[in-house]
T-cell receptor
Framework: QKEVEQNSGPLSVPEGAIASLNCTYS??????FFWYRQYSGKSPELIMF????GDKEDGRFTAQLNKASQYVSLLIRDSQPSDSATYLC??????????????FGQGTILTVHP | ETGVTQSPTHLIKTRGQQVTLRCSSQ?????VSWYQQALGQGPQFIFQ???????GRGNFPPRFSGLQFPNYSSELNVNALELDDSALYLC??????????FGSGTRLTVV
């Protein structure tokens, strides 16, 4: 079992739709959860992080965390073609002042078509 | 604009050679980590430095080594390069409660 697994993708959604990206993790000691966006040939860019169970919203992005189910997701509302990228889920045992090692999933490729 | 800069951006080396990759992070970011990202995969943790000391290491052989300097810059050294070392190498620095910021990466090709 991989430590962090993401829905396999690729995921294709029409412009304006909601894109749903999912991630499960195996380490129950994980405390901090990150979503990164990576355009082709570029480095990962932090979109959101979440520490507590529930939802966290930032503009068109909502991260959802359920520690009991070891599940974290990212919703992108009103998807735009510019959202087309690989989305990486990452988890770590650390939090706050000291994050430690990030463990990444394999990424989900999202394509938003006009 | 990212506060983490890496050099060089691209590098081609021959199998068996040695390579040094460099990273410079923002003042105050006293933790730096290095990751290797193979094509189509998520980044894999190599090691982390905190206040110039290695304080975490992933499943990489000893020929991967690093340094962190007092001015927050860092190096990743890889000896005896193998073809499978071809990847994007990412440096990341962290600031408390703000997660990790990645540099633009160094694309290493071993031929």
């Amino acid at each position: 079992q991989k430590e962090v697994e993401q829905n396999s993708g690729p995921l294709s959604v029409p412009e304006g739709a909601i894109a749903s990206l999912n991630c499960t993790y195996s380490d129950r000691g994980s405390q901090s959860f990150f979503w990164y966006r990576q355009y082709s040939g570029k480095s990962p860019e932090l979109i959101m992080f979440i520490y507590s169970n529930g939802d966290k919203e930032d503009g068109r992005f909502t991260a959802q965390l359920n520690k009991a189910s070891q599940y974290v997701s990212l919703l992108i509302r009103d998807s735009q073609p510019s959202d087309s990228a690989t989305y990486l889920c990452a988890v770590t045992r650390g939090g706050g002042t000291s994050y430690g090692k990030l463990t990444f999933g394999q990424g989900t490729i999202l394509t938003v078509h006009p | 604009e990212t506060g983490v800069t890496q050099s060089p951006t691209h590098l081609i080396k021959t199998r068996g050679q040695q390579v040094t990759l460099r990273c410079s992070s923002q003042s105050g970011h006293n933790t730096v980590s290095w990751y290797q990202q193979a094509l189509g995969q998520g980044p894999q943790f190599i090691f982390q430095y905190y206040r110039e000391e290695e304080n975490g290491r992933g499943n990489f052989p000893p020929r991967f080594s690093g340094l962190q300097f007092p001015n927050y810059s860092s190096e990743l050294n890889v000896n005896a390069l193998e073809l499978d070392d071809s990847a994007l190498y990412l440096c990341a620095s962290s600031l408390a409660n703000y997660g990790y910021t990645f540099g633009s990466g160094t694309r290493l090709t071993v031929v």
